[in-house]
């Protein structure tokens, strides 16, 4: 975990003021107990992120929400994908087999 002061050294370009802006913002949602913050790793990449966005790319304010509303959707399909493929390889063989033809024969209607 990460204090404020830690994320200011260690993320180049990002201020104070940036940094409880996009917080108030819920841009990022580190852990708050009290008037403690803590950020993690997560947090972290997340403020890199947005300082590529916002700092280097120029987005607009406007914007930001939605990209970040975006990756964290691809983000969750990615988990649910991850957990419907492992259920599918706990199947015995013959069921996989099934599945497996399923997914290309709906594949296939699409084309």
């Keep these: 975990?990460?204090?404020e002061h830690e994320i200011l050294l260690n993320v180049e370009g990002v201020s104070a003021v940036q940094l409880k802006i996009w917080v108030t913002e819920?841009?990022?949602?580190?852990?708050?107990?009290?008037?403690?913050?803590?950020?993690?790793?997560?947090d972290v990449a997340r403020i890199r992120l947005i300082d590529l966005l916002h700092?280097?790319?120029?987005?607009?304010?406007?914007?930001?929400?939605?990209?970040?509303?975006?990756?964290?959707?691809?983000?969750?399909l990615k988990e649910q994908m991850r957990?419907?493929?492992s259920a599918i390889a706990d199947q015995p063989d013959?069921?996989?087999?099934k599945i497996l033809k399923a997914v290309r024969e709906k594949c296939a209607l699409k084309r």
């Design 1 to 3: 975990m990460f204090n």
């Design 94 to 97: 013959d069921v996989r087999s």
């Design 26 to 42: 819920e841009w990022i949602r580190p852990l708050q107990t009290g008037t403690v913050i803590a950020f993690n790793e997560a």
């Design 83 to 85: 957990l419907v493929a």
């Design 55 to 76: 700092n280097q790319l120029q987005v607009n304010e406007e914007a930001i929400p939605i990209i970040l509303s975006l990756i964290d959707q691809a983000h969750d």
